[in-house]
């Protein structure tokens, strides 16, 4: 056999990809049944996390069942479609590019010794690719109590430090209405003058040094979720809370 | 390149007199440990070494990833090196490398996940570790199936080997930790005893490769460069 021949190195190879690709094939498909169980078990620990319980990932499922009261899937114009699951039935990544009328946002409602919690999912753009979260509002429909970030393939030690408990405590107790009532959501800002947060009241939070376009990213995805959820949260919102913020 | 011999492969080991652990077959799984060693010698995989000594846990993670790798790339690469078409033979050894660490990234994300994002792009990045193709191409493509196993194991190890001490230092003196442990006792911190932040960047895994490069030296004089 002439190892030099052109048939025989494009047969070799041919074969070399056809070997390969079943054996990655087989093991991908082995073994997806583990890594979806640890992503679902994650997003339980992300959710909780917003709301001020830190645990495990093994121990999420117990307490996920524990706090969370009820999970809604939401419409735009803020009615409840129960016929779709909300933890598992949306992935936010397909929801997005819907017809308005067809999209379904998951709403988690959490009771922590007395007090009820909001917790929205976020999803946006940062600057590679795809940045997402949980953020949870306290009971007057305001307040930020916590918020979690993550991220696909921001540039490590810039965009990717979003995921710091540093930068995400930044955002607790800020509030994302206004004192009119309208909804201002939470902006990433160099320009806030207040590095350590002190202000909650001014709908910022200090940005991150060489990360612009990634904390933009999470600007615009706090807005641009927050605004789906508009209606369902302006249902009950009394006038007390807003003048409670004046 | 070897002799084309009509035996079958797989019995290679058992024709050659030679025992599994003779000398020279020690030598191969030694040698990286210290005379030879990639990073303090050869001065490969140096980014990673960079990158992933923060902590002790992804080091040792790591390291046992790149054992596994260049452990079964080798193996493959050197049963297959009677086979491989000479002029695609480095395209072949990136498709057998890149596959075993897309194997060793599945398996993480199943059963170490928490470490898997920490790892994130470094496993991928296994791939482009000098040492990998290195050995491959030197080493597995010319020798049979056992001793290049041994030789990749061998280099893998002096590798990880280096990672874990560096890593060592940085964790210690950069979060007063061992494998998330806390070790400096926190009396030292009431007497005014501060962490090392400086550890905890690149900069100083460079500064402590620099010492245990300066070290090693000063005890093995033959890797002194003359000249």
Redesign the interface.
């Given at each position: 056999m002439n190892r030099d021949s052109n048939a025989y190195t494009f047969g070799f190879a041919a074969a070399m990809v056809v070997v390969v690709a079943s054996v990655l094939a087989f093991t991908a498909s082995s073994l997806k049944d583990f890594q979806q169980e640890n992503v679902r078990k994650e997003k339980m620990q992300n959710i909780l996390a917003t709301i001020g319980i830190e645990i495990d990932r093994d121990g999420a499922e117990v307490l996920f069942n524990e706090y969370i009261t009820s999970q809604l899937a939401l419409r735009n114009d803020g009615t409840v479609d129960e016929s779709v699951d909300p933890f598992s039935g949306i992935k936010l990544a397909l929801e997005l590019k819907k017809e308005p009328t067809q999209q379904r946002f998951p709403l988690y409602l959490a009771d922590v010794q007395g007090a009820s919690y909001y917790i929205i999912p976020l999803r946006g753009a940062g600057l590679w690719d795809a940045i997402w979260g949980y953020i949870a509002l306290e009971s007057d429909r305001n307040t930020i109590k916590g918020a979690v970030f993550d991220h696909k393939a921001e540039t490590a030690g810039l965009g990717a430090e979003i995921t710091q408990q540093w930068f995400m405590d930044r955002f607790v107790g800020e509030k994302v209405f206004d004192n009119d009532g309208k909804l201002v959501g939470i902006s990433v800002s160099k320009t806030n003058n207040d590095p350590k947060d002190l202000d909650k009241n001014d709908h910022e939070v200090d940005a991150i040094s060489g990360a612009t376009i990634t904390g933009d990213g999470i600007s615009d995805m706090i807005i641009e979720r927050l605004t789906h959820y508009q209606p369902y949260l302006e249902q009950t919102q009394t006038t007390t809370t807003v003048a409670a913020n004046m | 390149m070897s002799k084309k011999t009509n035996k079958p492969i797989f019995l290679f080991v058992a024709k050659d007199k030679e025992p599994l652990f003779s000398k020279k077959n020690r030598a191969l799984l030694t040698d990286p440990l210290d005379d030879n060693n990639p990073i303090t010698v050869q001065v490969l995989g140096i980014c990673s070494a960079l990158a992933i000594t923060v902590q002790l846990e992804p080091a040792i993670v790591m390291t046992i990833s790149v054992i596994a790798v260049m452990g079964a790339s080798n193996v493959i690469v050197s049963l297959l090196r009677n086979?491989?078409?000479?002029?695609?033979r480095i395209?072949?050894q990136l498709?057998v490398v890149a596959?075993m660490v897309?194997?060793v990234d599945?398996?993480l994300?199943?059963?170490a996940?928490?470490v898997s994002k920490q790892l994130s792009?470094f496993i991928g990045l296994i791939i482009t570790n000098c040492i990998v193709m290195g050995r491959l191409e030197a080493f597995a493509l010319g020798n049979g199936v056992w001793k290049s196993l041994l030789d990749g194991v061998g280099n893998a190890a002096g590798y990880g080997f280096m990672l874990i001490l560096v890593a060592f230092f940085r964790e210690l003196f950069g979060s007063g930790n061992l494998y998330g442990y806390q070790i400096i006792p926190e009396s030292f911190y009431e007497m005014g005893y501060v962490n090392n932040g400086f550890m905890l960047l690149s900069p100083m895994a460079l500064i402590t490769v620099g010492v245990i490069i300066w070290l090693q030296r000063a005890r093995n004089r033959k890797l002194i460069e003359k000249g």
């Amino acid at each position: 056999m002439n190892r030099d021949s052109n048939a025989y190195t494009f047969g070799f190879a041919a074969a070399m990809v056809v070997v390969v690709a079943s054996v990655l094939a087989f093991t991908a498909s082995s073994l997806k049944d583990f890594q979806q169980e640890n992503v679902r078990k994650e997003k339980m620990q992300n959710i909780l996390a917003t709301i001020g319980i830190e645990i495990d990932r093994d121990g999420a499922e117990v307490l996920f069942n524990e706090y969370i009261t009820s999970q809604l899937a939401l419409r735009n114009d803020g009615t409840v479609d129960e016929s779709v699951d909300p933890f598992s039935g949306i992935k936010l990544a397909l929801e997005l590019k819907k017809e308005p009328t067809q999209q379904r946002f998951p709403l988690y409602l959490a009771d922590v010794q007395g007090a009820s919690y909001y917790i929205i999912p976020l999803r946006g753009a940062g600057l590679w690719d795809a940045i997402w979260g949980y953020i949870a509002l306290e009971s007057d429909r305001n307040t930020i109590k916590g918020a979690v970030f993550d991220h696909k393939a921001e540039t490590a030690g810039l965009g990717a430090e979003i995921t710091q408990q540093w930068f995400m405590d930044r955002f607790v107790g800020e509030k994302v209405f206004d004192n009119d009532g309208k909804l201002v959501g939470i902006s990433v800002s160099k320009t806030n003058n207040d590095p350590k947060d002190l202000d909650k009241n001014d709908h910022e939070v200090d940005a991150i040094s060489g990360a612009t376009i990634t904390g933009d990213g999470i600007s615009d995805m706090i807005i641009e979720r927050l605004t789906h959820y508009q209606p369902y949260l302006e249902q009950t919102q009394t006038t007390t809370t807003v003048a409670a913020n004046m | 390149m070897s002799k084309k011999t009509n035996k079958p492969i797989f019995l290679f080991v058992a024709k050659d007199k030679e025992p599994l652990f003779s000398k020279k077959n020690r030598a191969l799984l030694t040698d990286p440990l210290d005379d030879n060693n990639p990073i303090t010698v050869q001065v490969l995989g140096i980014c990673s070494a960079l990158a992933i000594t923060v902590q002790l846990e992804p080091a040792i993670v790591m390291t046992i990833s790149v054992i596994a790798v260049m452990g079964a790339s080798n193996v493959i690469v050197s049963l297959l090196r009677n086979l491989i078409p000479n002029r695609i033979r480095i395209i072949v050894q990136l498709v057998v490398v890149a596959s075993m660490v897309i194997l060793v990234d599945q398996i993480l994300r199943a059963y170490a996940y928490d470490v898997s994002k920490q790892l994130s792009i470094f496993i991928g990045l296994i791939i482009t570790n000098c040492i990998v193709m290195g050995r491959l191409e030197a080493f597995a493509l010319g020798n049979g199936v056992w001793k290049s196993l041994l030789d990749g194991v061998g280099n893998a190890a002096g590798y990880g080997f280096m990672l874990i001490l560096v890593a060592f230092f940085r964790e210690l003196f950069g979060s007063g930790n061992l494998y998330g442990y806390q070790i400096i006792p926190e009396s030292f911190y009431e007497m005014g005893y501060v962490n090392n932040g400086f550890m905890l960047l690149s900069p100083m895994a460079l500064i402590t490769v620099g010492v245990i490069i300066w070290l090693q030296r000063a005890r093995n004089r033959k890797l002194i460069e003359k000249g």
